[in-house]
């Protein structure tokens, strides 16, 4: 999938939406190897996001209890829904 500062941004929003997210989901979703995922989540925490991960057959990651991120991006469904509003509006 596309180049590591776009991966980082969809693995963020990702993280944000869901409680935990499996490792191999995150790597289909994102388009590559799991290894690719553990270093965009090691990238990522050296940026100083709080991610929890959840090690063995079913692991995977999540934001830490109370951590709270700012809205990171808009999706292309999110975007188009806000486009059609202010439209309406």
Same mark, same amino acid.
Do not use: H, K, N
């Given at each position: 999938?596309?180049?590591? =500062?776009?991966?980082? &941004?969809? %693995?963020?929003?990702?993280?944000? *939406? ?7 989901? %995150?790597?289909?979703? +994102?388009?590559? =190897?799991?290894?690719?995922?553990? *270093?965009?989540?090691?990238?990522? *925490?050296? +940026?100083?996001? !709080? ?11 999540? +934001?830490? !209890?109370?951590?709270?991120? !700012? !809205?990171? &991006?808009?999706? =292309?469904?999110?975007? +188009?829904?806000?486009? %059609?509003? %202010?439209? *309406?509006?």
């Amino acid at each position: 999938m596309w180049d590591t =500062t776009s991966r980082t &941004f969809v %693995l963020l929003g990702m993280l944000q *939406r869901s409680r935990f997210v499996a490792s191999d989901r %995150l790597a289909v979703d +994102l388009g590559v =190897t799991t290894r690719t995922v553990r *270093r965009d989540v090691a990238r990522v *925490r050296d +940026l100083g996001y !709080p991610i929890d991960a959840r090690l063995g057959v079913d692991g995977g990651y999540s +934001l830490e !209890p109370g951590a709270v991120l !700012p !809205p990171i &991006f808009l999706s =292309t469904d999110e975007a +188009l829904a806000c486009v %059609l509003a %202010l439209r *309406r509006w």
